[in-house]
T-cell receptor, first 112, second 110 residues
């Protein structure tokens, strides 16, 4: 079946611009996660959605970062006023009720 | 706070040699430990988890609570094992998010 998909696969933007990254989880998976993979920082948790519960935003690095999940399915991660240190690969994962996480291919963000 | 440490950034071994990737964790409770693998140009995928106690692709890992370690081992490395390996922890008190180590790149030479 189809796995987790993310778009775009690559995004190049200028410092100060806003970007939106999209994640389509596996159908039926109630949990959705965003992580960031950057040089020197490894893989960092950003935010976690579980069903209709309030999301766990404890990993968001600043208030420039936000995410939403509409209809319990697709999620969008928004970064406002991008900075060069935001350059990274942003990974989305989904899981059935918080069990094994299945990862998407990632979006490589480059901020010039 | 929960933390995962992978002390080796790069492990280079010859085909057929044993390989051991070290993972140490810090967590005040009963964690779940995982190993994830990312092959070249592929997505991150689960390799094994400690509660399954199984061997996947010849790899095993044993949770040692006394030493707070979850080292990954394979007795005879193959070239196709060349990849990036991440140790990860999930703590019950912290929801279902994963805390990852910095990763170890394994290079198996012919």
């Amino acid at each position: 079946g189809a796995g987790v998909s993310q778009s775009p696969s690559n995004k190049v933007t200028e410092k100060g611009k806003d970007v939106e990254l999209r994640c389509d989880p596996i159908s039926g998976h109630t949990a959705l996660y965003w992580y960031r993979q950057s040089l020197g920082q490894g893989l960092e948790f950003l935010i976690y959605f579980q069903g209709n519960s309030a999301p766990d935003k404890s990993g968001l690095p600043s208030d420039r970062f936000s995410a939403e999940r509409t209809g319990g399915s697709v999620s969008t991660l928004t970064i406002q006023r991008t900075q060069q240190e935001d350059s990274a690969v942003y990974l989305c994962a989904s899981s059935p009720s918080g069990d094994t996480q299945y990862f998407g291919p990632g979006t490589r963000l480059t901020v010039l | 706070a929960q933390r995962v440490t992978q002390p080796e950034k790069l492990l280079s071994v010859f085909k057929g040699a044993p390989v051991e990737l070290k993972c140490n964790y810090s967590y005040s409770g009963s964690p779940e430990l995982f190993w994830y693998v990312q092959y070249s140009r592929q997505r991150l995928q689960l390799l094994l988890r400690h509660i399954s106690r199984e061997s996947i692709k010849g790899f095993t890992a044993d949770l040692n609570k006394g030493e707070t370690s979850f080292h990954l081992k394979k007795p005879f490395a193959q070239e196709e094992d060349s990849a990036m390996y991440y140790c990860a922890l999930r703590g019950k008190a912290a929801g279902n998010k994963l805390t990852f180590g910095g990763g170890t790149r394994v290079l198996v030479k012919p």
